[in-house]
């Protein structure tokens, strides 16, 4: 029997495998519905072909065709996270040079090196105090902890003091320009009744 060769194995790899570099930015639960070659936008506004997918031209409305790109306003990535816990981010965030995901999954094409900073969850069969903690930190994934709420609110605080500050320096800077205009129009009536005068 005879081996096949790598060049009779190279054309089917190609047919086999066409999208593996499109699918950026796509959920695992969503790469069957990418599989076909004629995809429908999610909204049904209307369809297009695998070689479409992550062009950079926005053809359905809702993002479907460009999870992995910045070309439509509606669209979402999927950050993978790989230790973390996955996320969705509007894709204007990607490849703008900045590291929204964690992992860097979002910069593919941007030129930059983003270091994992993802946290890094560790199981160590035989600890019950380890394993435990182990469970912990993954319900944390899930759902924010006190702390992580902590910050967010200490946060908002501070944006809302910020706010409150400019809300105060444009409503002081109004009644000078209400002032200033009040002594602009004082000032000429006094012109006028002393030319009256003389």
């Given at each position: 029997?005879?081996?096949?060769?790598?060049?009779?194995?190279?054309?089917?790899?190609?047919?086999?495998?066409?999208?593996?570099?499109?699918?950026?930015?796509?959920?695992?639960?969503?790469?069957?519905?990418?599989?076909?070659?004629?995809?429908?936008?999610?909204?049904?506004?209307?369809?297009?072909?695998?070689?479409?997918?992550?062009?950079?031209f926005?053809d359905?409305p809702?993002?479907?065709?460009?999870?992995?790109?910045?070309?439509?306003?509606?669209?979402?990535?999927y950050?993978?996270?790989?230790g973390?816990?996955p996320?969705?981010?509007?894709?204007?965030?990607?490849?703008?040079?900045i590291?929204?995901?964690c992992?860097?999954?979002?910069?593919?094409?941007?030129g930059i090196?983003?270091?994992?900073?993802?946290?890094?969850?560790?199981?160590?069969p035989?600890?019950?105090?380890?394993?435990?903690?182990?469970?912990?930190l993954?319900?944390?994934?899930?759902?924010?902890?006190?702390?992580?709420?902590?910050i967010?609110?200490?946060?908002?605080?501070?944006?809302?003091t910020?706010?409150?500050?400019?809300?105060?320096?444009?409503?002081?800077?109004?009644?000078?320009?209400?002032?200033?205009?009040?002594?602009?129009?004082?000032?000429?009536?006094?012109?006028?009744?002393?030319?009256?005068?003389?």
């Amino acid at each position: 029997m005879e081996t096949p060769s790598l060049l009779s194995i190279a054309p089917f790899f190609f047919l086999v495998f066409p999208f593996v570099s499109s699918l950026h930015g796509v959920a695992p639960q969503d790469e069957k519905y990418f599989a076909s070659a004629v995809i429908q936008c999610r909204d049904g506004s209307g369809t297009f072909t695998r070689d479409r997918l992550n062009d950079g031209f926005c053809d359905c409305p809702d993002g479907t065709d460009e999870p992995g790109t910045s070309a439509c306003p509606e669209g979402k990535f999927y950050c993978k996270n790989h230790g973390d816990s996955p996320r969705f981010l509007f894709s204007s965030f990607v490849n703008d040079r900045i590291c929204d995901c964690c992992d860097g999954s979002d910069e593919y094409e941007s030129g930059i090196n983003c270091p994992n900073t993802c946290k890094k969850i560790e199981f160590i069969p035989g600890n019950e105090k380890n394993n435990h903690v182990s469970k912990d930190l993954n319900s944390d994934l899930a759902l924010p902890n006190k702390h992580q709420l902590d910050i967010e609110m200490d946060d908002l605080f501070h944006k809302l003091t910020g706010l409150r500050i400019a809300v105060i320096l444009e409503f002081g800077i109004l009644i000078c320009i209400v002032g200033f205009c009040f002594f602009l129009r004082r000032t000429r009536t006094r012109r006028r009744r002393y030319s009256l005068k003389y």
